[in-house]
């Protein structure tokens, strides 16, 4: 392996950057010298022969790097930026529990004169296993106030309980099945 490519794979190893007291053990083993040399120093002259491969590093004293590290560092910076305005705009879109409460009260205000009409919307919401907002439509549809106060409270109880883990939205809902656990 001649000096440059030794260089270029320690550097490589050290992900873009190195002190040279780190580099210059790992070169000598993998390049090839003169006998009588100053390793270090051939070393030393090959990183400032190739300008359009190797720099010193900025305010690192003894540090090199791989031209292409400054610019892998901006990718990534540029990339973190996005990702974060990504997960911004993410988490700013209503949860699906959020929205299906938005929604029943859409539709409770525009049919509240013919109430039978949100049938069709409800078989949609079981279709969609929506079971906690088909008991909303159900106890509202046929004028039971203690259940719809119930199926109400219910949904608000998964809405107050969802917990974001990671970029994930996990709903920690209430299940009449948990009481015999």
Do not use: C
């Not at 006998?35 to 590093?57: G, M, N, V, Y």
Request: no cysteine; net charge negative; hydrophobic share 35%.
């Amino acid at each position: 392996m001649t000096q440059k490519e030794a260089i270029i794979h320690v550097l490589e190893e050290f992900g873009g950057r190195a002190n040279l007291k780190d580099v210059y053990p790992r070169v000598i083993k993998l390049a090839v010298f003169k006998r009588d040399s100053d390793k270090k120093a051939t070393i030393r002259t090959t990183l400032q022969r190739h300008p359009e491969l190797f720099r010193q590093s900025p305010g690192k004293k003894g540090s090199w790097e791989l031209v292409s590290y400054q610019e892998e560092v901006a990718a990534l910076k540029k990339e973190n930026e996005e990702l974060k305005d990504s997960n911004k705009r993410l988490t700013s879109i209503p949860k699906e529990a959020e929205f299906i409460e938005r929604f029943l009260d859409e539709v409770m205000d525009v049919y509240k004169y013919d109430r039978k009409k949100a049938d069709p919307i409800r078989i949609i919401m079981r279709t969609l296993g929506h079971e906690d907002a088909v008991a909303v439509l159900t106890a509202w549809i046929d004028e039971k106030e203690d259940e719809l106060a119930k199926a109400l409270e219910k949904l608000k109880i998964q809405i107050r309980n969802i917990t974001m883990t990671g970029n994930d939205a996990t709903y920690n809902e209430y299940n009449d099945n948990d009481k015999d656990e």
